[in-house]
């Protein structure tokens, strides 16, 4: 559903930042008259704003689109929520978290790629999480036919990304310890809070313990999955294997 | 005395000071850099702020919320000169001397001078932290009593950090109900059993948060909601 968020964000005439949001829930069998809540947040500064519902979106509009409680852009983030009409309060029906803010020539600004794949001579190895100083790269056998396609396939992200994730906060987490971390502009920072934006709170600390870190880690990949829907994915991967 | 702002100058000098208090915790304030030309900048005109004491963290919060909101085309949260100038115009109450005549700055230097960009420190600060979760539930303060109880002087509250950590700082109910749980307002203090790592205790009710909010919109849940969706281990909490 991310993909389907698409906010905007600029100042109006008098200075104040306000926000222009495009929803495209069509796709989704979502119930009609579930609620639509668009949230913008930067570390625990937060806004809230009714969206409508998904039969009849209705975006803010003048002044109740200013974004008050922030006066700059930088690190805001956006959330988009479908919440049940009736009958069950408060059931969270879809959502689409960290969605970035598209600036006037419609680029992502802060879009990096997390996980960049390269080709490599991995022996009899299909792929390996090589770490350097910029960061992990996904190196997948250069003796596939065509890697690339083989990374972007259904079956070898689902069961490659989660086990990929897990070796990387593990070394972050456990290994590394770099102290720029914390550094939200570092490749460690950026990974910690990717895995923080899916709902687990701010990672382990030095005062966490052994079996902290190993629980945040698997609370990371465990979402992460749940939100990709992994064996979602890789289960239509084997239906189409089998209808063709 | 008018609001201000302390400059790079102003922030390299009160870092000396934070340096100096750590071997020699006798040292006197440096007040004068609150309003010298070299080191502090008034933030707004007309903006005055006073010295007052706080009975806790609450009270300042809401304080500095009343005179901020005054403060117009200014990232306040992200302005670490702002906060630096008044944690140090604050600084008997934040770190006050002690029966010895020393005070105890401690390792953190993000407690007075806040880290602003990095997502696990800047709560840190012995203000802005305390100001971020008030203003979180300034249309109904005492929602977040639990948070934000303690004295001034006390920046390591265990359910402060707890919260502000996580988005769940932001939400009514869930504050509302730990505030109803673990905070005692007889004492003005956490109840007995509720820093426990146990069933019940604090950290697991964030744990089962984080579960709920996987399949639940926590925002808009009313608390009697949310306490009816909480395992029975909440239960000891209600009576």
Same mark, same amino acid.
């Given at each position: 559903?991310?993909?389907?968020?698409?906010?905007?964000?600029?100042?109006?005439?008098?200075?104040?930042?306000?926000?222009?949001?495009?929803?495209?829930?069509?796709?989704?069998?979502?119930?009609?008259?579930?609620?639509?809540?668009?949230? %913008?947040?930067?570390?625990?500064?937060?806004?809230?704003?009714?969206?409508?519902?998904?039969?009849?979106?209705?975006?803010? +509009?003048?002044?109740?689109?200013?974004?008050?409680?922030?006066?700059?852009? !930088?690190? #805001?983030?956006?959330?988009?929520?479908?919440?049940?009409?009736?009958?069950?309060?408060?059931?969270?029906?879809?959502?689409?978290?960290?969605?970035?803010?598209?600036?006037?020539? !419609?680029?992502?600004?802060?879009?990096?790629?997390?996980?960049?794949?390269?080709?490599?001579?991995?022996?009899?190895?299909?792929?390996?999480?090589?770490?350097?100083?910029?960061?992990?790269?996904?190196?997948?056998?250069?003796? #596939?036919?065509?890697?690339?396609?083989?990374?972007?396939?259904?079956?070898?992200?689902?069961?490659?990304?989660?086990?990929?994730?897990?070796?990387?906060?593990?070394?972050?987490?456990?290994?590394?310890?770099?102290?720029?971390?914390?550094? /939200?502009?570092?490749?460690?920072?950026?990974?910690?809070?990717?895995?923080?934006?899916?709902?687990?709170?701010?990672?382990?600390?030095?005062?966490?313990?052994?079996?902290?870190?190993?629980?945040?880690?698997? %609370?990371?990949?465990?979402?992460?999955?749940?939100?990709?829907?992994?064996?979602?994915?890789?289960?239509?991967?084997?239906?189409?294997?089998?209808?063709? | 005395?008018?609001?201000?702002?302390?400059?790079?100058?102003?922030?390299?000098?009160?870092?000396?000071?934070?340096?100096?208090?750590?071997?020699? /915790?006798?040292?006197?304030?440096?007040?004068?850099?609150?309003?010298?030309?070299?080191?502090?900048?008034?933030?707004?005109?007309?903006?005055?702020?006073?010295?007052?004491?706080? +009975?806790?963290?609450?009270?300042?919060?809401?304080?500095?919320?009343?005179?901020?909101?005054?403060?117009?085309?200014?990232?306040?949260?992200?302005?670490?000169?702002?906060?630096?100038?008044?944690?140090?115009?604050?600084?008997?109450?934040?770190?006050?001397?002690?029966?010895?005549?020393?005070?105890?700055?401690?390792?953190?230097?993000?407690?007075?001078?806040?880290?602003?960009?990095?997502?696990?420190?800047?709560?840190?600060?012995?203000?802005?932290?305390?100001?971020?979760?008030?203003?979180?539930?300034?249309? +109904? /303060?005492?929602?977040?009593?639990?948070?934000?109880? !303690? /004295?001034?002087?006390?920046?390591?509250?265990?359910?402060?950090?707890?919260?502000?950590?996580?988005?769940?700082?932001?939400?009514?109910?869930?504050?509302?109900?730990?505030?109803?749980?673990?905070?005692?307002?007889?004492?003005?203090?956490?109840?007995?059993?509720?820093?426990?790592?146990?069933?019940?205790?604090?950290?697991?009710?964030?744990?089962?948060?984080?579960?709920?909010?996987?399949?639940?919109?926590?925002?808009?849940?009313?608390?009697?909601?949310?306490?009816?969706?909480?395992?029975?281990?909440?239960?000891?909490?209600?009576?």
């Amino acid at each position: 559903m991310r993909e389907d968020v698409e906010v905007s964000v600029f100042h109006d005439s008098d200075g104040t930042l306000q926000f222009d949001a495009a929803l495209n829930l069509v796709d989704y069998d979502l119930p009609p008259a579930a609620m639509v809540y668009l949230e %913008a947040y930067r570390q625990s500064t937060f806004m809230r704003f009714d969206f409508g519902t998904v039969q009849a979106p209705n975006s803010p +509009a003048g002044t109740s689109r200013n974004l008050s409680e922030f006066t700059s852009k !930088d690190g #805001l983030l956006f959330r988009a929520k479908v919440i049940s009409p009736s009958g069950q309060e408060g059931l969270l029906l879809a959502e689409a978290d960290q969605v970035p803010i598209k600036s006037a020539d !419609d680029q992502d600004e802060s879009r990096i790629p997390l996980l960049p794949t390269a080709p490599e001579d991995l022996g009899q190895e299909v792929w390996c999480v090589a770490i350097g100083a910029s960061g992990p790269i996904l190196q997948i056998s250069k003796h #596939l036919q065509d890697w690339k396609e083989v990374a972007g396939s259904q079956a070898f992200r689902s069961l490659v990304f989660p086990s990929a994730m897990r070796q990387i906060l593990t070394y972050v987490i456990f290994i590394d310890e770099e102290p720029d971390a914390d550094d /939200p502009q570092s490749w460690r920072g950026r990974w910690l809070r990717f895995a923080s934006s899916l709902g687990l709170g701010d990672p382990p600390d030095s005062t966490s313990d052994e079996m902290e870190k190993m629980e945040w880690i698997d %609370a990371a990949v465990k979402r992460f999955s749940q939100h990709f829907q992994m064996v979602n994915r890789y289960k239509n991967h084997l239906a189409s294997e089998v209808s063709s | 005395m008018k609001l201000h702002r302390l400059n790079d100058n102003g922030l390299t000098r009160f870092g000396q000071f934070l340096d100096a208090l750590v071997t020699e /915790p006798i040292f006197s304030v440096p007040t004068e850099l609150l309003t010298h030309p070299s080191c502090a900048e008034v933030i707004a005109p007309g903006i005055e702020i006073e010295q007052r004491q706080f +009975a806790d963290r609450m009270e300042a919060a809401k304080y500095l919320d009343e005179i901020l909101s005054d403060v117009k085309d200014r990232d306040i949260p992200r302005d670490a000169g702002l906060w630096a100038w008044l944690t140090l115009f604050f600084f008997d109450q934040v770190c006050p001397v002690d029966a010895d005549g020393s005070r105890k700055v401690g390792a953190q230097r993000a407690t007075w001078i806040p880290q602003t960009d990095v997502t696990r420190r800047f709560y840190r600060h012995a203000l802005l932290g305390p100001y971020l979760a008030y203003r979180a539930h300034r249309d +109904a /303060p005492e929602r977040g009593r639990v948070l934000l109880a !303690d /004295p001034m002087r006390v920046t390591t509250s265990e359910a402060f950090r707890l919260f502000i950590e996580t988005a769940f700082v932001n939400m009514p109910a869930p504050v509302e109900l730990a505030t109803q749980f673990y905070f005692n307002p007889e004492t003005q203090k956490l109840r007995r059993g509720a820093g426990t790592k146990g069933p019940g205790g604090l950290r697991r009710f964030l744990g089962v948060l984080q579960q709920l909010d996987l399949t639940f919109d926590l925002h808009s849940l009313t608390v009697e909601r949310l306490k009816a969706l909480l395992p029975n281990e909440f239960g000891k909490w209600t009576t």
